[in-house]
Every structure is written in structure tokens, then in C-alpha cells.
């Protein structure tokens, strides 16, 4: 957005951004502090705001309709703070409510779902593509959904991972525990033939080594949160948003006790989180009915 109108929505007004403005990240909790971790390092000087809802995390077991309101109460957060992007940091909102987000939002909206299906079809070469994530992640058929705009005769085979996301917030990634889970949950991916399996949770990348040595190397673990950063940077150049000057930071939001996201969050980050200030979200007004979940039509 260039122009220097005041936009508003649901009674949140906010100038036009611009270049030094933040950009918005927000997450059911910590998971989506990977993708905030291949932001600031594909944008270092970028203002980064990230929020995680650690008070009702977990997302991948709630309602689409749910989910889209707890999303749309996080972006007039973000709004009513100027951002000129919005980046959905979580597999999850991002199968569940991205259209609602970007019919609301004055700004730009990106998910994780669709840069994450584009780096697995410039990756596979059978066209047998792998992809686990929540159970709402997976029931929803987004990545499968992508993948097909992408390639129609690409074969899905997809796997809920439920246990992968307190391993994860554990510490659990290299030890018995991790490798027997993974496996439990990929052994029947590995004898379907992918040659590319896409991690559809921003927990994954920490088991990203187990899962590695389940599959073998007959297929490439994808992170769409790399691709995520790429894309935020290219809509940023285009829409001449991107910040050329100045020093990139972070700041942190929860809206619960800020204690476990702090000590638990450099493990995802890859760097101390410092500090996080809980805050406390306005209830927004009546959710957009959502269509019944339609899972397109899978392998596996």
C-alpha cells in the first residue's frame, strides 16, 4: 500500500505503513519463532512484532471457526500497532483462516501453507510428496490443496503428528523418546516411496535430524519457513516496503505469563528472547460462518 489514506476495519483505523514500519508474526505460542528466526536473518534490518497466543495454544486441535476468530483478534492487535505486513507464522491459522485474514486485513497477509508447498515441488522428483502437521493442519487439506495448484498429478501422503509438539517445547529431539515417535509416526511414510516430506508445524524443524535419519536419504526434509521469509522479502521489494537502513529487532507479546515463552523460546529462535510482555486481546465482533473442512483427496 502506498497511498497516505487512513485505512480501517472493524473499527481499527491506521495510517498508510511505510518502509520503517513492523512487520506482525504471530503463532499459536513458540512454534512460529522458527519462522521469525529465517525472517530476521533473510531481513536483518526489518521491525519485527511477534506475538504467540500462548494462552489458548494449542491451535491444531480447535474448530476452524475458533481458530479464525482468535486470528482475527490478533491482527487489530497488530493493526491498531501500524504493521505493513502480516506474517502467519502458524501451519494451522494459515490452513484455517488465511482468506478471512486477508478480506480483513488493509495490509498484506502471508502464510507458511503455500510458500511451504512451493519449495516441496521444486524439491521432489517423483512427485511423491510427504506432508505432516496438527490434526487440523492435515484435516483441512491445505498443503494438498497448494500442491495440486502447483502440479495436479503430484501424489500427497500425509501424517497428523500430534506427539512431535511437546517433544519439541521438551527439548525431546535426539533422544529415545524423539527417534522412537518418529518413527511410530513415519514408518508408514517411508515405505510409501516420497521423495520429499514437508514439515507442516513450526515445531518440526527441531526434530528436522530425527526425522532426517527416520527417512533416510531417500527424501528431503522441507522447511517452508525459509521459502516464507523469501516470499515476505519479494512482496516487500514490490510493494517498496522493504526497509534499506537502520538495525533490525524483535519484540515479544504472549497473552499469558511470559516466563515459560522466554526460557523455552531461544530453542526455537536460536537466540535469547530477551523479555516478552503479555498482553491482553480484544474479542472481536461476529466470525465470518466458515465451510465445512473438505480435505482434498489424498494418498497414504
Not at 520503517?20 to 512484532?49: C, K
Not at 502480516?86 to 485474514?101: D, Q, R
Not at 491482553?280 to 473438505?294: D, M
Request: glycine share 10%; hydrophobic share 45%; with cysteine.
Amino acid at each position: 500500500m502506498t497511498g497516505k489514506r487512513a485505512v480501517r476495519r472493524r473499527g481499527v483505523a491506521s495510517k498508510a505503513p511505510d518502509a520503517d514500519a513492523p512487520i506482525g508474526v504471530f503463532d499459536s505460542g513458540i512454534g512460529g519463532l522458527t519462522v521469525l528466526r529465517a525472517l530476521t536473518r533473510t531481513l536483518p534490518r526489518e521491525q519485527f512484532l511477534y506475538l504467540g497466543d500462548t494462552a489458548r495454544v494449542p491451535y491444531g486441535s480447535k474448530s476452524g471457526e475458533v481458530v479464525t476468530r482468535y486470528a482475527l483478534e490478533i491482527a487489530d492487535f497488530f493493526l491498531e500497532r501500524g504493521v505493513k505486513m502480516l506474517v502467519v507464522a502458524c501451519n494451522t491459522t494459515s490452513a484455517l483462516a488465511l482468506e478471512v485474514l486477508r478480506a480483513h486485513s488493509p495490509v498484506p497477509v502471508l502464510g507458511v501453507v503455500e510458500p511451504g508447498a512451493r519449495a516441496a515441488m521444486r524439491a521432489t522428483r517423483n512427485r511423491r510428496v510427504g506432508v505432516i502437521g496438527t490434526e487440523a493442519t492435515i484435516a483441512s487439506g491445505a498443503y494438498a490443496r497448494a500442491l495440486r495448484t502447483l502440479d495436479r498429478k503430484v501424489e500427497i501422503f500425509t501424517r497428523p503428528c500430534p506427539l512431535f509438539v511437546p517433544l519439541a517445547e521438551e527439548g525431546w529431539v535426539e533422544n529415545e523418546i524423539a527417534r522412537r515417535t518418529v518413527a511410530l509416526y513415519l514408518s508408514s511414510l517411508r515405505r510409501s516411496g516420497i521423495d520429499t516430506l514437508v514439515l507442516g508445524c513450526t515445531h518440526y524443524p527441531l526434530l528436522a535430524d530425527a526425522i532426517g535419519a527416520c527417512l533416510g536419504d531417500a527424501a528431503l526434509v522441507v522447511d517452508g519457513g525459509l521459502e516464507t521469509a523469501r516470499e515476505v522479502r519479494r512482496a516487500l521489494e514490490a510493494t517498496k516496503l522493504l526497509r534499506r537502513r537502520g538495525t533490525g529487532a524483535a519484540s515479544f507479546f504472549v497473552t499469558d505469563v511470559p516466563e515459560r515463552f522466554v526460557r523455552v523460546g531461544e530453542r526455537f529462535y536460536g537466540e535469547s528472547v530477551g523479555s516478552a510482555v503479555r498482553v491482553v486481546l480484544r474479542e472481536t465482533g461476529v466470525v465470518p460462518k466458515q465451510p465445512a473442512l473438505r480435505p482434498a483427496r489424498t494418498s497414504g
